[in-house]
């Protein structure tokens, strides 16, 4: 009977390892980034920019993929601000955006990305709510 639960503890603890390393290429994204875009973003799209009711940040194209890496250039990004005790704040190379945190809003930001790495977070809450993105040239 031991032998069989050994056994099926090693099985398991094979199959969670294999479930781990499949799909990967060895690099892992940092924390709150991840290139999954599936079509390339061009300067002029749209971006989705959410934050709250939860304890939830994040920055979408428009067909819901999270942006990881974009080239320079002109974009618009749609902020859903869902939450009276969170702000979305996008700061970078020559960008300082932020909404309220004491008020729910919808609000679009007008910004010009420049090579370097932006980030976005909740300010109250910035060591939990956070990503950032890199923008290439």
Do not use: K, W
Not at 21 to 32: K, N, Q, T
Not at 48 to 60: D, H, K, Q, R
Request: aromatic share 6%.
């Amino acid at each position: 009977m031991l032998r069989r639960r050994t056994a099926l503890a090693a099985a398991l603890a094979a199959a969670v390892l294999g479930l781990a390393a499949c799909g990967g290429d060895g690099e892992e994204a940092a924390p709150g980034r991840t290139d999954t875009a599936t079509a390339p973003v061009e300067p002029g799209a749209t971006l989705v920019g959410t934050v709250g009711p939860g304890f939830e940040i994040s920055l979408e194209t428009q067909d819901g993929q999270e942006v990881g890496t974009l080239p320079a250039g002109a974009y618009t990004i749609e902020v859903d601000d869902r939450a009276s005790a969170h702000n979305f704040h996008l700061s970078g190379p020559g960008v300082e955006e932020t909404t309220s945190v004491s008020e729910e809003e919808q609000t679009t930001f007008e910004v010009e990305l420049q090579t370097g790495t932006y980030e976005f977070v909740c300010d109250p809450h910035a060591s939990a709510m956070r990503g950032d993105f890199e923008v290439t040239g």
